[in-house]
């Protein structure tokens, strides 16, 4: 029993880190603009990230090595270095967009001025944090996550077209021109970035370590890295589905959360607004939390220092000074008025510039009989992995001349 709970918190805290600022909007847009034409996608980014984060987990555990210290070894000092700052930048960009997104729900829940709820917002998160064991800190971000199925509910009861559904698994070449073409390619690459930002493994990899998971855990960690992606895939659907249902047959392009997050309280009313408000808040808390844990992460790990969010502060001093940096920093650069929407945007391109960097030594790691023994990768493993690594790197050369080429997908 106590084993199928570890599964299902772990199910359950994959939906707080899975669906972030990024998907909420980013995926409505792309249904508003081209229906359900990039679910394939959604398909691909989800395969992708089940594949590595499996990896990555069975990594730390059968290694004890998490992602940046795979990153040290295996791409040298300097290399290794550069994706270290890229990394943590990205965190730190990523953790602002997040609490500035908080801000902005809490301001749809309180009428409050969202100034003063981001400070409100980024002491409570930080106060959760020091206070909370690790696994409390998923129970209570992963948990309340849950609400986030009420878009998978609307997106049900207004009865969406599972015959183009399922014919948006295949990718779209033709477009009507050069520009739709282009606003094509941007979403597809967006989307398959935001299913993979690299602060997902990060914190995988880190809380495999910080629960202690064995080699006879290997099975869980399965069960997580899939079933909690194949959930957290299931909401990114039906974010692009309602972007179909409710703004493309009016030519609505929706660019702020708040338009977002009301479309999945759309078919139910106040009671259901509070809800998608609520979850929408979890996830982005969750987000907020994983980012800023994540920095502390990758700097101890890459220097080789103490680190744990489970140990006392006291004995992890340069772990625990730098997820609070993080966390500071980003409510500053919050407070600056760049909004949330343009610092996630920011993030989502250029942490796909940054994805092979951490992906490819996970791959080689994973693929070392030597250091995994029995557990490492077989042929059929590889292959696949080499596979969704050659899409990411055609994704990351694409990414930021598509950014510039769209004006950042504007229509």
Same mark, same amino acid.
């Given at each position: 029993m106590k084993k199928? %709970?570890?599964? +299902? %918190?772990?199910?359950? +805290?994959? $939906?707080?880190?899975?669906?972030?600022?990024g998907q909420i909007v980013f995926t409505t847009q792309a249904g508003a603009l081209f229906g359900y034409k990039l679910m394939w996608a959604i398909a691909l980014g989800t395969a992708a990230i089940i594949v590595y984060m499996e990896m990555c987990g069975r990594i730390a555990v059968v290694a004890k090595e998490p992602v940046f210290a795979v990153v040290r070894d295996r791409l040298g000092g300097r290399l290794g270095l550069i994706t270290l700052i890229a990394s943590n930048l990205l965190n730190l960009i990523t953790c602002a967009a997040e609490l500035g997104g908080i801000a902005i729900v809490l301001h749809l829940l309180t009428g409050w001025p969202e100034k003063l709820l981001l400070v409100v917002a980024a002491v409570a998160i930080g106060a959760a944090v020091f206070l909370l064991q690790f696994e409390w800190i998923e129970r209570t971000f992963g948990l309340s996550g849950l609400m986030m199925a009420i878009f998978a509910v609307s997106a049900f009861v207004l009865h969406p077209k599972w015959g183009q559904i399922a014919r948006g698994l295949l990718p779209t070449i033709s477009q009507p021109d050069t520009k739709h073409t282009l606003l094509y390619a941007y979403f597809a690459v967006g989307i398959f970035s935001a299913l993979l930002m690299e602060y997902e493994v990060h914190f995988y990899s880190s809380g495999a370590m910080e629960e202690d998971w064995k080699p006879e855990d290997l099975g869980e960690n399965f069960m997580v890295a899939a079933l909690g992606s194949l959930l957290g895939a299931v909401l990114t659907s039906a974010l692009l589905v309602l972007g179909a249902l409710l703004f493309l047959p009016h030519a609505i392009f929706p660019e702020t959360l708040s338009t977002a997050i009301m479309a999945g309280a759309f078919p139910f009313g106040h009671k259901a607004l509070i809800l998608a408000l609520l979850g929408t808040l979890a996830c982005l808390g969750g987000a907020a939390v994983e980012t800023a844990l994540s920095g502390g992460y990758n700097l101890c790990q890459f220097f080789n220092l103490p680190w744990g969010k489970n140990l006392p502060a006291k004995s992890v001093p340069v772990y625990t000074v730098t997820w609070i940096a993080m966390l500071a920093l980003a409510s500053i650069l919050a407070l600056t008025g760049l909004r949330p929407l343009q610092l996630v945007n920011i993030a989502i391109i250029f942490g796909m510039v940054v994805l092979p960097l951490t992906y490819y030594p996970i791959l080689r790691v994973a693929a070392d009989k030597g250091l995994m023994g029995d557990h490492a990768n077989g042929m059929f493993d590889n292959i696949i992995?080499?596979?969704?690594? $050659? $899409?990411? +790197?055609?994704?990351? !050369?694409?990414? !930021?001349?598509?950014m510039v080429l769209t004006h950042s997908?504007?229509?």
């Amino acid at each position: 029993m106590k084993k199928l %709970l570890g599964i +299902t %918190l772990g199910i359950m +805290t994959a $939906l707080g880190g899975f669906v972030d600022l990024g998907q909420i909007v980013f995926t409505t847009q792309a249904g508003a603009l081209f229906g359900y034409k990039l679910m394939w996608a959604i398909a691909l980014g989800t395969a992708a990230i089940i594949v590595y984060m499996e990896m990555c987990g069975r990594i730390a555990v059968v290694a004890k090595e998490p992602v940046f210290a795979v990153v040290r070894d295996r791409l040298g000092g300097r290399l290794g270095l550069i994706t270290l700052i890229a990394s943590n930048l990205l965190n730190l960009i990523t953790c602002a967009a997040e609490l500035g997104g908080i801000a902005i729900v809490l301001h749809l829940l309180t009428g409050w001025p969202e100034k003063l709820l981001l400070v409100v917002a980024a002491v409570a998160i930080g106060a959760a944090v020091f206070l909370l064991q690790f696994e409390w800190i998923e129970r209570t971000f992963g948990l309340s996550g849950l609400m986030m199925a009420i878009f998978a509910v609307s997106a049900f009861v207004l009865h969406p077209k599972w015959g183009q559904i399922a014919r948006g698994l295949l990718p779209t070449i033709s477009q009507p021109d050069t520009k739709h073409t282009l606003l094509y390619a941007y979403f597809a690459v967006g989307i398959f970035s935001a299913l993979l930002m690299e602060y997902e493994v990060h914190f995988y990899s880190s809380g495999a370590m910080e629960e202690d998971w064995k080699p006879e855990d290997l099975g869980e960690n399965f069960m997580v890295a899939a079933l909690g992606s194949l959930l957290g895939a299931v909401l990114t659907s039906a974010l692009l589905v309602l972007g179909a249902l409710l703004f493309l047959p009016h030519a609505i392009f929706p660019e702020t959360l708040s338009t977002a997050i009301m479309a999945g309280a759309f078919p139910f009313g106040h009671k259901a607004l509070i809800l998608a408000l609520l979850g929408t808040l979890a996830c982005l808390g969750g987000a907020a939390v994983e980012t800023a844990l994540s920095g502390g992460y990758n700097l101890c790990q890459f220097f080789n220092l103490p680190w744990g969010k489970n140990l006392p502060a006291k004995s992890v001093p340069v772990y625990t000074v730098t997820w609070i940096a993080m966390l500071a920093l980003a409510s500053i650069l919050a407070l600056t008025g760049l909004r949330p929407l343009q610092l996630v945007n920011i993030a989502i391109i250029f942490g796909m510039v940054v994805l092979p960097l951490t992906y490819y030594p996970i791959l080689r790691v994973a693929a070392d009989k030597g250091l995994m023994g029995d557990h490492a990768n077989g042929m059929f493993d590889n292959i696949i992995a080499g596979v969704f690594l $050659l $899409l990411i +790197t055609i994704a990351a !050369i694409a990414a !930021i001349p598509l950014m510039v080429l769209t004006h950042s997908g504007k229509p």
